[in-house]
């Protein structure tokens, strides 16, 4: 059996370091010290000053949301894990859906032709770069923010640049099923410093560091605990990607050419974070991922449903043919930091098996 999905656990050594830290302080959150160590460690990391840890990577966007001032439509993509449309409806936000482009899976800025809208929400699909600059074209013209979900963005640059620095906010997931996690968790790395302090009072009721409640807040705040298994986690961090990229181009040279997706866009460093393949159509997906289901192999299809289709959207609204077709041939191949290249033989072997 190859699952799809292994969690990197760090050494029982290491994490208990950081544990024990917390039984000496008696800090279980509130930024605590293993809260904030960790902040400046991945502010070095991803170059981002302004970077606030959350509990998860939902809540991430609903505090970039209310501390941007989005309000009304919001220009979103199809293509991408439910979470970036749920987190709009759910707070009172007008998904307006705009279909991808085929080399990058993200939104298509030749598609945007809505002129109301107050943000756009984009995504690095896979830790690949949205057109960048098209969108911050589009969202300056229309004097609108620009919003990354970066779930899958950790360790991605694009143009000597953390991919994360890019925007008016960007999110980031820090869940257990990610390159690097802490379990659950995610953060925000905000453009400017006053959005981030609204930010910061914001995942704590509201409460500033006066202890005065400022404004209208919730619960977002990382617990020590999750931040001593971030930590215990960075400290593999080098040698967590280095091997997922390893491990990503032995598939990409053992593949059918005709299967790799992720082809190399300029001046961008991916991350390593997944492995997609795309069948011909719909008929032959259902055949690989079945054979490879009956072969103890685990692959998951990362996206599917084109998001216009969920159940609380018009999809008659929107008509994303591209984000559709490429939902229903995407399948995502094992790839995680204990891995072997052996296994990896064995699923492409096992792939083109199926194709045949």
């Known amino acids: 059996m190859i699952p799809y999905l292994i969690p990197f656990l760090p050494a029982r050594k290491t994490l208990n370091r950081y544990i024990d830290c917390i039984y000496e302080t008696k800090w279980l959150t509130n930024f605590g010290p293993l809260h904030n160590e960790l902040t400046e460690k991945l502010s070095d990391f991803l170059n981002a000053p302004y970077l606030l840890l959350t509990n998860n990577g939902t809540s991430a966007l609903q505090v970039a949301y209310k501390t941007l001032n989005v309000t009304g439509n919001v220009i979103t993509s199809p293509f991408s894990f439910v979470a970036s449309t749920s987190t709009l409806v759910w707070e009172g936000l007008n998904p307006r859906f705009v279909d991808i482009e085929k080399q990058t899976y993200g939104i298509d800025p030749n598609l945007i032709k809505d002129k109301d809208f107050n943000a756009i929400l984009a995504v690095h699909v896979y830790g690949k770069a949205c057109q960048h600059q098209r969108l911050a074209d589009i969202a300056t013209n229309a004097n609108a923010k620009l919003i990354y979900d970066g779930a899958h963005a950790f360790g991605s640059y694009y143009k000597g640049k953390p991919l994360l620095s890019y925007g008016d906010a960007s999110t980031v997931s820090f869940h257990a099923t990610k390159l690097f996690h802490s379990v659950e968790g995610g953060a925000i790395v905000f453009s400017n410093q006053d959005d981030y302090d609204v930010a910061k009072k914001m995942i704590n009721f509201g409460i500033n560091e006066n202890n005065d409640i400022e404004l209208l807040g919730m619960n977002a705040k990382m617990s020590e605990l999750h931040a001593a298994m971030g930590l215990a986690v960075f400290d593999n961090i080098d040698e967590i990607m280095e091997r997922r990229l390893e491990l990503l181009a032995y598939y990409q040279k053992l593949l059918p050419s005709e299967l790799c997706y992720l082809e190399d866009i300029l001046d961008e460093q991916i991350n390593g974070i997944y492995c997609p393949i795309l069948l011909k159509d719909e008929a032959q997906r259902k055949r690989v991922e079945g054979f490879l289901s009956q072969q103890g192999v ?30 229903g041939r995407v399948l995502c191949l094992p790839l995680y930091h204990s891995l072997t290249f052996k296994q990896v033989q064995f699923v492409c072997q096992k792939i083109e098996e199926a194709l045949r």
């Not at 289709?309 to 008509?319: E, T």
């Open 298 to 327: 685990g692959v998951r299809r990362y996206f599917t449903p084109s998001l216009e289709q969920l159940p609380y959207i018009d999809s008659n609204k929107f008509d994303c043919p591209v984000s559709r077709d490429i939902s």
